[in-house]
């Protein structure tokens, strides 16, 4: 499935909010269980809970890492693609652009064959 950026955060964020409504109702459970005279947690109550937040993070958390791993190392390329482009242009003014907005050295080519210093 090939989401864009905003179409996966909408989808992440309902997932969170959903998640968060969840919390006060457990709050609740330990709250009624706490007045009734137990404790507010047993064993059955917390391995549920543990399990839930464990499918939780394998359901949701662990595919956003990945997604915007992904979106991490396209943007780091786009980037990179747009500076070479900047100092290859035929504009002579265009070819120090490239090192006043990569003034940091934040990115870095790391293909093989080019300069390693073209945006240094």
Do not use: C
């Amino acid at each position: 499935m090939n989401l864009s950026p905003t179409k996966y955060a909408l989808i992440v964020f309902a997932t969170v909010r959903i998640r968060i409504h969840l919390s006060p109702e457990i709050a609740g459970r330990i709250d009624a269980t706490s007045k009734s005279g137990k404790w507010g947690v047993n064993k059955v109550s917390d391995s549920q809970e543990v399990q839930r937040r464990k499918q939780f993070i394998e359901d949701t958390i662990g595919p956003l890492v990945a997604r915007l791993r992904v979106l991490a190392t396209s943007y780091r390329e786009m980037v990179t693609n747009f500076l070479i482009m900047l100092q290859s242009h035929s504009d002579p003014s265009l070819h120090f652009l490239p090192s006043n907005l990569n003034f940091n050295s934040h990115y870095q080519i790391r293909q093989v064959g080019l300069n390693d210093t073209l945006l240094a």
